[in-house]
Nanobody, 128 residues
Framework: QVPLVESGGGSVQAGGSLRLSCIAS????????MAWFRQAPGKEREGVAT?????????SYTDSVKGRFTASKDRAKNTLYLQMNSLKPEDTAVYYC????????????????????WGHGTQVTVSS
């Protein structure tokens, strides 16, 4: 059973919005840090945002999405969200939800190899 399942991707025009969801199943209490990554064709996987389980659900973002994307989680629903506003064509990618048992350490967005749980991804396409 895949512990993380993403949804909410789609096609929008530049300037539009989408909200991605990631439902976590299984022993989710072990997830210390959850994150969104994305991968565009021909490019490496890129960290987008993190939400820490502790530290009052502190969030972090890669510079290119700051002020446009908001990551959040609903503990009661075991769901992670990514609200994406003011979308740009360069945001086009497959977006993945990921989780690790440790917390969100500084710079964790640059270390996808530390995340042990991944969803299958959801496609986001932004047209100009």
């Amino acid at each position: 059973q895949v512990p993380l399942v993403e949804s909410g991707g789609g096609s929008v025009q530049a300037g539009g919005s989408l909200r991605l969801s990631c439902i976590a199943s299984g022993y989710t209490a072990s997830f210390g840090c959850m994150a969104w990554f994305r991968q565009a064709p021909g490019k490496e996987r890129e960290g987008v945002a993190t939400v820490d389980r502790d530290a009052d659900a502190e969030t972090s973002y890669t510079d290119s999405v700051k002020g446009r994307f908001t990551a959040s989680k609903d503990r009661a629903k075991n769901t992670l969200y990514l609200q994406m506003n003011s979308l740009k064509p360069e945001d086009t990618a497959v977006y993945y939800c990921a989780a690790r048992t440790g917390g969100c350490f500084y710079g964790v967005l640059w270390h996808p190899e530390t995340f042990g749980y991944w969803g299958h991804g959801t496609q986001v396409t932004v047209s100009s």
